[in-house]
């Protein structure tokens, strides 16, 4: 049963402070966490739409856009992510999401390359109802040998306001350091780096680069590379130490030689795809970069 009509539809209401504090609480209730320190710290632009639903003031489900350009080996991509799918318990089971999707779908289908999304396991016949179709992404890692470098990647503090202003001047004028990553990607990078990946970022001064990354034991785990040139993804490695024997990159780099390529596998996760452009997405060979998720 559709009960939509029963409630509000609103969007773009970012600067609206009641529905986004409202917003806010049913995000911290279904995933943990909210939009307000992004907010405040104005990196909240315009490439995050929310699609909602009101009882009242009170949003009680939401399914977000997110604008997403891309650049695939000098190509410009148009494409939209859709994000922070949620109902409030309470009114479950009423076609509220099915509802937000088609609004999306009738209102970017025609505007973009294509949609795709990340769906968690218990919604995996949900999506094709929308015309999406699943999708294989491909990773990159390597066994390196390390032995004598020293480490010199130093954990950065993003609260401290002159690291920040130093951090988000080089990400406006950073250049691109795989084959396939986002272009407008400021506000979702401030996002994940102000809040879940805090204490991930590193920066090597022999090459002017801030590297998102995490170590677990002798492995490390590459997000994101930030830098106004190209970089020699080796010489990064190298800056971790040589403790470091493996390498794994959240982002498809520019060049595959030398790298072991495995299936993305994130455990209850799967990517959907929905438009011509993203149909042979599997045959590229490619994944989206970890830091665009949303």
Request: net charge negative.
């Given at each position: 049963?559709?009960?939509?009509?029963?409630?509000?539809?609103?969007?773009?209401?970012?600067?609206?402070?009641?529905?986004?504090?409202?917003?806010?609480?049913?995000?911290?209730?279904?995933?943990?966490?909210?939009?307000?320190?992004?907010?405040?710290?104005?990196?909240?632009?315009?490439?995050?739409?929310?699609?909602?639903?009101?009882?009242?003031?009170?949003?009680?489900?939401?399914?977000?856009?997110?604008?997403?350009?891309?650049?695939?080996?000098?190509?410009?991509?148009?494409?939209?992510?859709?994000?922070?799918?949620?109902?409030?318990?309470?009114?479950?089971?009423?076609?509220?999401?099915?509802?937000?999707?088609?609004?999306?779908?009738?209102?970017?289908?025609?505007?973009?390359?294509?949609?795709?999304?990340?769906?968690?396991?218990?919604?995996?016949?949900?999506?094709?109802?929308?015309?999406?179709v699943p999708s294989k992404?491909?990773?990159?890692?390597?066994?390196?040998?390390?032995?004598?470098?020293?480490?010199?990647?130093?954990?950065?503090?993003?609260?401290?306001?002159?690291?920040?202003?130093?951090?988000?001047?080089?990400?406006?004028n950073s250049i691109s350091?795989?084959?396939?990553?986002?272009?407008?990607?400021?506000?979702?990078?401030?996002?994940?780096?102000?809040?879940?990946?805090?204490?991930?970022?590193?920066?090597?001064?022999?090459?002017?680069?801030?590297?998102?990354?995490?170590?677990?034991?002798?492995?490390?785990?590459?997000?994101?590379?930030?830098?106004?040139?190209?970089?020699?993804?080796?010489?990064?490695?190298?800056?971790?130490?040589?403790?470091?024997?493996?390498?794994?990159?959240?982002?498809?780099?520019?060049?595959?030689?030398?790298?072991m390529q495995i299936e993305?596998?994130?455990?209850?996760?799967?990517?959907?795809?929905?438009?011509?452009?993203?149909?042979?997405?599997?045959?590229?060979?490619?994944?989206?970069?970890?830091?665009?998720?949303?």
């Amino acid at each position: 049963m559709n009960n939509s009509t029963n409630y509000r539809f609103v969007t773009n209401y970012r600067d609206n402070s009641n529905l986004r504090n409202s917003l806010n609480h049913l995000t911290e209730k279904t995933y943990g966490f909210n939009f307000e320190t992004w907010y405040n710290a104005g990196f909240w632009g315009e490439g995050y739409i929310p699609y909602s639903l009101c009882d009242g003031d009170k949003i009680i489900a939401n399914v977000s856009v997110n604008l997403m350009d891309f650049d695939y080996n000098g190509t410009e991509k148009k494409y939209i992510q859709i994000g922070t799918v949620m109902t409030d318990k309470s009114y479950r089971n009423q076609g509220l999401s099915r509802f937000l999707i088609n609004k999306i779908m009738e209102d970017w289908k025609d505007k973009a390359d294509g949609i795709y999304l990340f769906a968690n396991d218990s919604v995996l016949e949900f999506y094709p109802k929308f015309g999406f179709v699943p999708s294989k992404e491909f990773q990159y890692y390597k066994e390196i040998s390390q032995n004598g470098h020293e480490l010199s990647a130093k954990r950065i503090d993003l609260t401290n306001d002159c690291n920040q202003n130093k951090f988000v001047s080089l990400v406006k004028n950073s250049i691109s350091n795989g084959s396939f990553v986002m272009k407008n990607k400021l506000g979702l990078l401030m996002f994940y780096v102000t809040s879940f990946m805090k204490d991930c970022i590193y920066y090597i001064k022999e090459q002017d680069v801030y590297v998102i990354a995490e170590i677990d034991g002798q492995s490390l785990f590459i997000h994101d590379i930030i830098a106004d040139h190209i970089i020699d993804l080796d010489s990064v490695f190298q800056a971790f130490g040589s403790e470091i024997i493996k390498v794994t990159l959240g982002f498809t780099p520019l060049c595959t030689d030398g790298y072991m390529q495995i299936e993305v596998n994130e455990e209850d996760t799967t990517l959907f795809v929905y438009g011509e452009d993203l149909n042979d997405f599997s045959a590229k060979r490619i994944m989206f970069p970890t830091l665009t998720h949303a």
